[in-house]
């Protein structure tokens, strides 16, 4: 279960903040603040940090570990939209407008946070602008994230998605991910995952083994999305 307390902020929480794109943004002195108005969460792996439909009271800044945002299928199959690890703030958007969390998000590995009641985060906001600013341009950024995994979904295949998947993690090295995690990511299943992934490593596109997958083709995989963008 998920454990919380009032245990002063530790220099990793500090450390935390200063790598996050928002609350880097925040004067030292500020940092401080906010992280005095928090309080430690710890979560094992496969635990709900919150589900859709929560109230939207907290935002939660990554300090270790990496929990992801999901969505179910009907068929009740999880699938992975986005993760974040540590320095990544989580769930500010429900946090912002007080309303309830759009999506459910659970850890990935055991992980702990620093949960930052509304309250202080909308004052430190309002203090300093230059981190409002901050927070407005990482949602922009996550909406044009969204917005293009929309849209490969929209005009890509099975092919396209993997291979878009594959060379935006691994160009240039091995993609250290199961078969299973790909088809979680792509909302697809693993059996279809695993025929495509062995086609491409017959054409020598991809090369298979227990560590990950390495492109071979980088090109031969670019042409082919190109080509079915196009259709």
């Known amino acids: 279960m998920s454990h919380r307390d009032k245990e002063a902020p530790a220099a990793a929480v500090i450390a935390a903040m200063a790598r996050s794109s928002v609350l880097s943004s925040l004067s030292a002195a500020g940092r401080e603040e906010l992280a005095r108005a928090g309080g430690w969460l710890s979560l094992v792996p496969g635990e709900m940090l919150f589900r859709a439909g929560d109230p939207g009271d907290a935002v939660f800044i990554v300090v270790e570990g990496e929990i992801e945002v999901r969505n179910t299928t009907p068929g009740g199959r999880d699938?992975?939209?986005?993760?974040?690890?540590?320095?990544?703030?989580?769930?500010?958007?429900?946090?912002?407008?007080?309303?309830?969390?759009?999506?459910?998000?659970?850890?990935?590995?055991?992980?702990?946070?620093?949960?930052?009641?509304?309250?202080?985060?909308?004052?430190?906001?309002?203090?300093?602008?230059?981190?409002?600013?901050?927070?407005?341009?990482?949602?922009?950024?996550?909406?044009?994230?969204?917005?293009?995994?929309?849209?490969?979904?929209?005009?890509?295949?099975?092919?396209?998605?993997?291979?878009?998947?594959?060379?935006?993690?691994?160009?240039?090295?091995?993609?250290?991910?199961?078969?299973?995690?790909?088809?979680?990511?792509?909302?697809?299943?693993?059996?279809?995952?695993?025929?495509?992934?062995h086609a491409w490593a017959d054409e020598g596109w991809v090369e298979l083994s227990p560590a990950g997958i390495r492109i071979l083709a980088a090109g031969h995989l670019e042409a082919m999305i190109a080509r079915r963008q196009q259709q």
């Open 79 to 197: 699938i992975r939209l986005v993760a974040f690890g540590p320095g990544d703030l989580v769930g500010e958007i429900a946090a912002l407008d007080g309303g309830s969390r759009s999506a459910d998000v659970a850890a990935i590995r055991r992980s702990r946070l620093w949960r930052i009641p509304r309250a202080p985060l909308l004052a430190a906001l309002e203090a300093e602008p230059k981190a409002a600013v901050a927070l407005i341009v990482e949602l922009s950024a996550r909406l044009r994230a969204t917005d293009a995994a929309l849209e490969d979904k929209a005009v890509l295949d099975l092919a396209g998605r993997l291979a878009r998947m594959l060379l935006a993690e691994g160009y240039g090295r091995t993609v250290a991910l199961t078969q299973t995690e790909i088809a979680r990511r792509l909302g697809l299943s693993r059996e279809k995952i695993n025929r495509k992934l």
